[in-house]
Structures are given as C-alpha cells and as structure tokens.
C-alpha cells in the first residue's frame, strides 16, 4: 500500500479522536407549520399583522420581499414576513439558553407559492427544544397554541 493512502484514515481518525464535541453543534431539521390562506398576502398579512396587535404583542418588523426584490431588479412571488413577540414570553426561553435569541421574536411569513396559492408559515414552537437546550420549557406549548390561534383568525373567513 503507497503511504499516501495510509495518510487519510490517519487525518480521518485524528479528526474524529481530537475533535471538540462541544465546540460544534448540529442542528436538527426544524419544522415548519404550514397553513392555506384564502386570501391574497398582502390581506392575510394585514388580518394577522391586526390580531397581533390587538392582542398587546409587540410588532418589531414587517418585510415585504417582493418590494425588495423589485428594488433591487429582480422579480418573485409575494412573500411578507412579520416579525413580532413579547419579551415576557421570549425572555424566560433565552434565560434557559441565550442562543434562542437567534430564533426569536417569532416570525411569520405569508407568501404566494409557484401556483399563486397563499400561504401563512412559522416555525413549530416545539422545534426550538429540539435545537437549543429547553428541556421541559412550559413555554413552548403556549406558544405554539398560541401561534396556532393566531395564524388560523388570520386565515379565518366569516360569512
């Protein structure tokens, strides 16, 4: 066997034997709860962007990629994301672990799909213990029902 071909198992297991299981971590897929609307993005967003406020929470952004995308050239669907929270819901989270904060405030995003479908999205609550260290967080599961309470007035119709 050349000596060349001795040198990569060598690098391989001095990679995994040394390396610092601790200084990377892997983060699992996150899933995303996904729900039709039957209106158009800009009226979903706006009944959602409403309720969110009438409910005392507080909205921080609202992005309009579509605009973005016109200003920069460039075309695609509608797509708008709201990001919004409350600091008494967020704050117990990142007391548990800091790095939560690259997920929070929530988010919602409403966008038209290829085949003009609409769309409101966020990401399950309940992903987050899954990608920070939340264990046994009473938290989440308001949160999520919540979200869930929130994003489905969005989407609701009445007659």
Do not use: C, W
């Amino acid at each position: 066997m050349k000596p060349t071909l001795l040198i990569f198992p060598l690098m391989l297991f001095s990679l995994v034997a040394f390396a610092d299981a601790d200084a990377v971590k892997t983060v699992a897929a996150t899933d995303i709860v996904t729900k039709t609307s039957p209106y158009s993005v800009a009226e979903t967003m706006n009944k959602f962007e409403s309720i969110v406020k009438t409910k005392g929470l507080e909205v921080f952004a609202r992005i309009d990629h579509q605009q973005n995308a016109k200003a920069a050239g460039m075309e695609m669907n509608a797509a708008q994301v709201l990001i919004f929270g409350n600091p008494k819901t967020g704050t117990p989270l990142m007391q548990q672990d800091a790095a939560v904060a690259l997920d929070l405030p929530m988010r919602v995003a409403v966008y038209a799909d290829k085949a003009g479908d609409v769309h409101i999205a966020y990401h399950a609550p309940d992903s987050l213990a899954v990608n920070f260290e939340l264990k046994d967080s009473a938290v989440l599961p308001q949160l999520a029902d919540a979200l869930n309470k929130l994003t489905a007035a969005a989407i609701t119709t009445t007659p």
